[in-house]
């Protein structure tokens, strides 16, 4: 049997401000999911949250960008934005950027990661939820984790991966994509993936057997808008152990806080904090960045955990170091590096500045 593993997420409105997640919202979503599962729509689910971002974690049999999954998903954020509003959360709805459900949510604002497998005889996958960033924060984790035998030991001795991993990776500007190959297009692929703003990988699959291995969420909420509602909070999905990397060699490019476009306002670069599903509430300057990690064994379609998998001392080091950057990057204030580029602001305030100021510059 064919089980597709659905992760759907949106900002529907945040408690405290961009903070948290409102308990009263998950009980309407997990209502909502749960009423789908008695009707055989899906076969299980999970509710989570990371910051302020609703996620909803499904299992069914109707494959990738299936309308009836994609509108169960819109239909539970339209209710939880209903509850949002009368709760009077900060940004109810804003990342529900249409008016009615048009049969697939992509492009609709909420952030999609889906594939469609064949379970083997043992099953385990991590998903990643991150907030305050945007989808190209996946992009060296993903390197690390798929083409980097520093990180990945089984890329050397695992002889089911040595052949390697394609990357499938979107240009967010053009909307064009490429399928790069790595060990032999690695120093190609770095190109791309060292500009996350525009590129961003898809997709990750086994180059032996073209085996799915990682999805990714590429939706960026300006681009779709046309103007600065709210940074994209992106999802992953990474499987793991036999023919893939270990769960431990999954994890452990998380142990480097690197630096990720985001934080206050989607404007700022700041680090990536791994935390566990307790900490993932940003607050310092809407802040810094958080990523925690779901980890799930798959039976026959039903979603056995989560585990918490940042809830581990040996993650403590990377937290710390994040919070010694974090000091650092704060104290540049509105410059760069701490403030995105101007290239990369063109979606908030400060095209409005350069108009109102347009007729003062002179030619020298």
């Known amino acids: 049997m064919k089980v597709t593993l659905s992760v759907i997420k949106a900002d529907i409105g945040g408690y405290v401000g961009h903070s948290h997640m409102h308990p009263k919202v998950l009980d309407v979503a997990s209502e909502s ?82 594939m469609e497998i064949e379970e083997r005889k043992s099953e385990p996958v991590i998903i990643f939820m991150a907030d305050k960033t945007s989808p190209g924060a996946w992009n060296l984790p993903l390197f690390r984790i798929f083409a980097d035998p520093f990180c990945t030991a089984g890329l050397v001795i695992d002889p089911s991966m040595h052949d390697g991993f394609v990357f499938d990776v979107l240009d967010v500007i053009e909307n064009v994509k490429i399928e790069m190959s790595c060990p032999e297009e690695m120093y190609d692929l770095l190109v791309f993936l060292g500009a996350p703003a525009r590129y961003m990988v898809r997709g990750v699959y086994r180059k032996r057997d073209n085996e799915v291995a990682a999805k990714a969420s590429v939706q960026r909420l300006n681009l779709m808008a046309g103007r600065y509602v709210g940074k994209d909070d992106p999802v992953l999905i990474v499987r793991a152990q036999s023919g893939f990397p270990a769960v431990g060699e999954v994890l452990e490019p998380f142990s480097f806080p690197h630096l990720v476009e985001g934080w206050m306002r989607g404007s700022h670069h700041g680090p990536f ?56 990057m704060r104290r540049h204030g509105p410059f760069e590096p701490h403030r995105l580029s101007l290239e990369e602001m063109e979606y908030t305030t400060m095209p409005q500045v350069m108009k109102k100021l347009q007729d003062r510059f002179k030619k020298l």
């Open 33 to 114: 999911l749960d009423g789908a599962k008695a009707d055989g729509l899906i076969l299980d689910f999970k509710v989570l949250y990371c910051g302020d971002d609703l996620e909803l974690i499904m299992t069914h049999t109707k494959g990738e960008e299936d309308p009836d999954i994609h509108k169960l998903a819109w239909d539970t954020f339209i209710r939880c934005t209903e509850l949002a509003k009368k709760l009077k959360l900060y940004g109810a709805g804003q990342d529900l950027l249409a008016d009615a459900f048009s049969g697939n949510v992509k492009g609709m604002g909420p952030g999609v990661a889906e």
């Open 273 to 328: 904090m791994p935390v566990s599903f307790k900490y993932a509430t940003p607050s310092r300057f809407d802040g810094p960045p958080r990523v925690i990690a779901a980890g799930f064994q798959l039976n026959e379609g039903m979603l056995v955990g989560p585990v918490d998998m940042f809830d581990d001392p040996s993650f403590d080091y990377a937290r710390q170091k994040a919070l010694e950057v974090t000091e650092y």
